[in-house]
């Protein structure tokens, strides 16, 4: 286990283990409970959220000796699909085996019966990069599988998948995790490690990992190579190279205050410091985004906020309160501008203080309008 990635050694084995997706795992267990299993299953939803992982523990608890809603990960059927050496569960990988003769082959291996257990289980990860011709000899299979055949088909882009599949199996959304699901899954991993991570750095990696907590592990990952017992936020944000969102917040502040000169001097003071522009520039863009999606409803605040801490919901609020919705509209259209722009110019130093200026201009000119208008 010392040579396996983070992803691959925390990997959950039980149902209790998984992080989110409790109503994915409630249905699950429901099904296992009454002993109504149908045979076939479309799990969708953005990378990294557990697509894999939950469909190999309903492969376990399906087959497992000792028959209950979690499998017991001793007897020799959870043991075996545990250390990926399961005959009676296949992983097919369809971005590389994506066309009729694969599923041909799955569909002549399907006749026969489990080698050890009661189901043969079938995942199909990224199923909607398979072929025409490949979706329509699945599409067969589906219609009359054996009894003893499960599958659960994962994808990434549900759109993508013809309604002739989506019609013959049950659709489970996933969903992304927020902040305090990924710091906290992070934290088990470090403790289990002898490791630390100053906090703050790990709510960094949460944001950056946005919603995906393989992301959030692949980036704890290369903490590890460092060497070291304690990790210092600046020492990950080295490393690691994220933007640093305290910049943006201040950043943000002293433009949507009217504070243009003041804005200009504390990003130039970053730039001469090594801040990459483009990563602060797409920071700010996030950030006025979620000004703007609050402003418009606060309703949506639990879905903008979720990779933010406490402190930093008081600021977004804060901020949703120094611009109009109007202004806080064209500022984004102005940063998305200026994102093209950016990757165009030689100058990128000159694209990010045009930036500020022009949004300094533009909330002065909402401001004289609402005076006007009063």
Same mark, same amino acid.
């Given at each position: 286990m010392?040579?396996?990635?983070?992803?691959?050694?925390y990997? $959950?084995q039980?149902?209790?283990?998984?992080?989110? !997706?409790? +109503?994915?795992?409630?249905?699950? !267990?429901?099904?296992?409970? %009454?002993?109504?299993?149908p045979h076939?299953?479309?799990?969708?939803? $953005?990378?990294?959220?557990?697509?894999?992982? *939950?469909?190999?523990?309903?492969?376990?608890?399906?087959?497992?000796?000792?028959?209950?809603? =979690? $499998?017991?990960?001793?007897?020799?059927?959870?043991?075996? @699909?545990?250390?990926?050496?399961?005959?009676?569960?296949?992983?097919?990988?369809? %971005?590389?085996?994506?066309? @009729?003769?694969?599923?041909?082959?799955?569909?002549?291996?399907i006749?026969?019966?489990?080698?050890?257990?009661?189901?043969? *289980?079938?995942?199909?990860?990224?199923?909607?990069?398979?072929?025409?011709? %490949?979706?329509?000899?699945?599409?067969?299979? &589906?219609?009359?599988?054996?009894? +003893?055949?499960?599958?659960?088909?994962?994808?990434?882009?549900?759109?993508?998948?013809?309604?002739?599949?989506?019609?013959?199996?049950?659709?489970?959304?996933?969903?992304?995790?927020?902040?305090?699901?990924?710091?906290?899954?992070?934290?088990?991993?470090?403790?289990?490690?002898?490791?630390?991570?100053?906090?703050?750095?790990?709510?960094?990696?949460?944001?950056?990992?946005?919603?995906?907590?393989?992301?959030?592990?692949?980036?704890?990952?290369?903490?590890? &190579?460092i060497?070291?017992?304690?990790?210092?936020?600046? =020492?990950?944000?080295?490393?690691?190279?994220?933007?640093?969102?305290?910049?943006?917040?201040?950043?943000?502040?002293?433009?949507?205050?009217?504070?243009?000169?003041? %804005?200009?001097?504390? #990003?130039?003071?970053?730039?001469?410091?090594?801040?990459d522009?483009?990563?602060?520039?797409?920071?700010?863009?996030? /950030?006025?985004?979620?000004?703007? &999606? /609050?402003?418009?409803?606060?309703?949506?605040?639990?879905?903008?906020?979720?990779?933010?801490?406490?402190? +930093?919901?008081?600021?977004?609020?804060?901020?949703?309160?120094?611009?109009?919705?109007?202004?806080?509209?064209?500022?984004?259209?102005?940063?998305?501008?200026?994102?093209?722009? &950016?990757?165009?110019?030689? #100058? $990128?130093?000159? *694209?990010?203080?045009?930036? @500020?200026?022009?949004?300094?201009?533009?909330?002065?000119?909402?401001?004289?309008?609402?005076?006007?208008?009063?």
């Amino acid at each position: 286990m010392q040579n396996l990635v983070i992803y691959r050694k925390y990997r $959950p084995q039980k149902f209790s283990e998984l992080v989110g !997706q409790e +109503h994915v795992v409630r249905t699950l !267990q429901g099904a296992l409970k %009454a002993d109504r299993v149908p045979h076939a299953y479309i799990f969708t939803g $953005p990378r990294g959220t557990g697509k894999t992982s *939950v469909a190999r523990i309903f492969a376990k608890a399906l087959n497992c000796q000792k028959k209950g809603v =979690e $499998p017991c990960n001793e007897c020799q059927s959870c043991i075996e @699909i545990t250390e990926s050496r399961s005959l009676d569960l296949i992983e097919i990988d369809a %971005a590389s085996n994506r066309g @009729i003769d694969d599923i041909r082959e799955l569909r002549e291996g399907i006749k026969f019966a489990p080698m050890h257990g009661k189901y043969k *289980v079938y995942i199909v990860d990224e199923f909607h990069m398979l072929t025409k011709e %490949a979706f329509n000899a699945l599409l067969k299979t &589906l219609e009359e599988p054996p009894k +003893h055949a499960i599958f659960v088909l994962a994808t990434t882009e549900i759109a993508k998948v013809p309604d002739t599949i989506l019609s013959r199996a049950l659709r489970f959304d996933f969903r992304l995790l927020g902040r305090e699901e990924i710091v906290g899954e992070l934290e088990r991993i470090l403790k289990k490690e002898g490791m630390s991570v100053q906090a703050e750095a790990l709510g960094e990696i949460a944001r950056s990992a946005a919603g995906s907590l393989r992301d959030a592990e692949t980036l704890l990952e290369q903490l590890f &190579l460092i060497g070291k017992k304690n990790v210092s936020y600046e =020492e990950a944000k080295d490393i690691l190279g994220f933007a640093d969102l305290h910049l943006t917040l201040e950043l943000a502040e002293k433009i949507l205050q009217g504070k243009s000169a003041d %804005a200009l001097a504390y #990003f130039i003071e970053a730039y001469e410091k090594g801040e990459d522009v483009e990563l602060m520039l797409g920071m700010l863009c996030e /950030w006025v985004r979620k000004l703007l &999606l /609050w402003k418009l409803d606060e309703k949506l605040g639990p879905l903008i906020a979720r990779d933010l801490s406490p402190d +930093h919901k008081e600021v977004l609020k804060r901020h949703a309160g120094l611009a109009s919705l109007q202004a806080l509209a064209k500022m984004q259209s102005l940063l998305m501008d200026k994102d093209v722009e &950016l990757k165009r110019t030689s #100058f $990128p130093q000159l *694209v990010f203080e045009l930036a @500020i200026v022009e949004m300094g201009e533009l909330l002065k000119q909402n401001e004289t309008r609402n005076i006007k208008s009063v």
